[in-house]
């Protein structure tokens, strides 16, 4: 959300490094995220992620229909309604269970790029197709323009100190976010962490499915939903389960849940960065040497 501004910048920019990239002879030290963001439709290969939500790519990706009965896809000058097909019914299913819990649907955020791989901003996943945003902001209207569609903005459901929900909140967001989770095809679902504690409270006796929501900083005017690796995608790397999945009968309603909102922990997220200390290598900076072999294909399929 918070680079929403960048996006139409990135896209001129973009467009005038792709026509240097195409020329010049360090085509191996151009940022993976140039490439992959300058392709504009899906390669033509039969459907394959390839690598890891965070590094990776995605043969044969799909568009999700910018609209439908039960959603619209948002701030389409992105390109980032695209993805495995596997994620687009999905998303499809889930927009009307929405209706069917008194949403209009689901207005739907970033997918992947029509080739996944690294992007220009925002996210360091949602690289092989199986990563989706969903709107915390219910729609009124399932009618917006592609113009609306980049004016609008969704809304918070947690205070400004992060440490509960606000009045945004509500029985719905829960109720969605459970049928998520409850959904086989879902690994993991992020969202700010005052939502999962105020689920937590909420949930009563029947509360496994809190065990595949996890928190998450920022995640407040979204919750990003996570596939897994569908069954024959033999290039798909699954994510590892976190303790909390291991440890048996575990809902993640605890102390790990309560330091996300903790003092100690909200301090070190405003403290600003160690000028001296090494910089993580981020996605943005990754070249096609960083990713899979496969992405070169990828990449240079028609
Ligand atoms: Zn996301």
Known sequence: MKNLPFSNLA???LTTFFALAITSPVWSETKANQLFGAKLKGSNQPVNPIGSYAKGCIA???LLPESGPTWQAMRLSRNRNWGHPVLIDFLIDLSQKAKELGWAGLYIGDLSQ?????????????QIGLDADIWMLPPERLDLTRQEREDISSISIRTTDQKNVNENWTDTHMNLLRATSEDPRVDRIFVAAAAKIRMCEQAGDDRM?????????GHNYHFHIRLKCPETAANCITQTPTVNELSKGGDGCDENLAYWVSDYFLDLLKKPPDPNAPKPRHVRDYVMADLPEECETVLNSP
Request: positive net charge; hydrophobic residues 25%.
């Open 60 to 62: 044969g990706g799909v």
């Open 209 to 217: 499915w809190l065990q595949k929501i996890r928190p998450y900083y």
């Open 114 to 126: 029509p080739r996944g791989g690294p992007m220009t901003s925002g996210h360091t996943s949602h």
């Open 11 to 13: 896209c001129m920019a």
